[in-house]
């Protein structure tokens, strides 16, 4: 591949990540007014309606790696190395643009808790892959089938359940919907639920491009895809999310902005990856890198609900080790693809 290829795709990259960010602006302006049309609770707003918008990239990667490219393993690179950037970049950078971030105990005994199970959940159904379907010839391979990716979906259907009936206890708090609220009337649903479609296609087109920039790269520097499903589509596709953390946690909303990112690697572990598979089939799972990849981020996890049990506050140096912790992650995923270390790739 020559230089002006190399180029192209790097270029591609910037621009479909722009395409991403603005779109997913609309995107997110169009979901506040509609959370505030049907009056959501807070966290209902960041956990659901927030987090599954903004994670609509990250389920885009996932669909088009695995329909168009042929490339889950592209797609499951790309949604692991989202969730690692959600937990450790944006509560970083949010702490750090925000002030102090805070949270609640609903959000830190609950959805901290069920992001927990969705990261184990999924691990399990990697090992269910690699136990009852073993790929012939591949040691640690195994087919992830459509019954298996059901599963972790079953698990978010739960998730949406206990938000439902989190949301009609807050109805029924505040004496029901309130017909006269001023603000509520003067949005016009069915304009933001057209914006919201336009932002959602805008986002398909970039996130195309950012699977091929990351595929393009791959071949360029002779690297396997997913180290650059892990940076370039992983960082590109969790733009949005970042955007929304960073700007609840300037208004002081850190409960919004922490539900965000539990909401978004939620929907991305349970759903995002298990949607790829139903797609395909069947898809295979490399276990040895895999499993790797869930350790580290069930590292981040621990290290970021240890810091916001203290308190019940993200401080500031609390958010530097968050972003030194990523910026370590990828030296080693770079040390590993490039053969200077060897401990799973």
């Known amino acids: 591949m020559n230089l002006s290829q190399l180029l192209f795709y790097v270029v591609l990259a910037i621009v479909s990540t722009t395409v991403v960010w603005k779109s997913s602006s609309l995107l997110e302006v169009a979901s506040e007014k509609l959370a505030l049309y049907y009056q959501l609770p807070e966290v209902v707003q960041g956990a659901v309606i927030a987090a599954v918008g903004s994670s609509f990239p990250e389920l885009s990667s996932t669909v088009l790696a695995t329909?168009?490219?042929?490339?889950?393993?592209?797609?499951?690179?790309?949604?692991?190395?989202?969730?690692?950037?959600?937990?450790?970049?944006?509560?970083g950078v949010a702490g750090l643009l925000g002030g102090r971030l805070a949270a609640d105990r609903l959000l830190v005994y609950k959805d901290a808790q069920f992001y927990i199970i969705s990261v184990t959940v999924l691990l399990l159904a990697f090992s269910f892959a690699l136990i009852y379907n073993p790929v012939p010839g591949a040691e640690w391979e195994g087919l992830m089938t459509r019954p298996i990716a059901l599963m972790p979906i079953a698990v978010y259907g739960l998730y949406i359940f206990l938000h439902q009936q989190?949301?009609?206890?807050?109805?029924?708090?505040?004496?029901?919907?309130?017909?006269?609220?001023?603000?509520?009337?003067?949005?016009?649903?069915?304009?933001?639920?057209?914006?919201?479609?336009l932002s959602l296609v805008?986002?398909?087109?970039?996130?195309?491009?950012?699977?091929?920039?990351?595929?393009?790269l791959g071949e360029a520097f002779n690297t396997p895809t997913f180290l650059w499903g892990l940076t370039v589509i992983a960082a590109g596709t969790s733009l949005p999310d970042m955007l929304v953390s960073v700007r609840a946690a300037k208004k002081g909303q850190g409960t919004i902005s922490l539900a965000n990112?539990?909401?978004?690697?939620?929907?991305?572990?349970?759903?995002?990856?298990?949607?790829?598979?139903?797609i395909a089939g069947a898809s295979p799972i490399d276990f040895a890198i895999a499993a790797p990849m869930?350790?580290?981020?069930?590292?981040?996890?621990?290290?970021?609900?240890?810091?916001?049990?203290?308190?019940?506050?993200?401080?500031?140096?609390?958010?530097v080790v968050l972003l030194g912790l990523y910026a370590g992650f990828l030296v080693w995923t770079f040390l590993e693809t490039f053969g200077v270390t060897s401990v799973v790739l």
């Open 67 to 91: 329909l168009v490219h042929g490339e889950f393993e592209l797609g499951i690179a790309g949604i692991v190395g989202s969730a690692i950037f959600n937990i450790l970049v944006i509560p």
């Open 166 to 197: 989190d949301t009609a206890e807050h109805w029924a708090e505040q004496g029901g919907r309130n017909e006269e609220n001023l603000a509520r009337r003067e949005i016009n649903a069915g304009k933001q639920w057209l914006r919201l479609l």
């Open 202 to 216: 805008l986002i398909v087109f970039s996130v195309e491009g950012l699977v091929r920039a990351a595929i393009g």
């Open 261 to 278: 990112v539990l909401g978004s690697n939620i929907f991305d572990l349970l759903v995002a990856i298990p949607v790829g598979v139903l």
């Open 294 to 319: 869930m350790a580290v981020l069930t590292f981040a996890t621990i290290v970021l609900f240890a810091f916001l049990r203290t308190g019940l506050i993200l401080k500031k140096r609390e958010s």
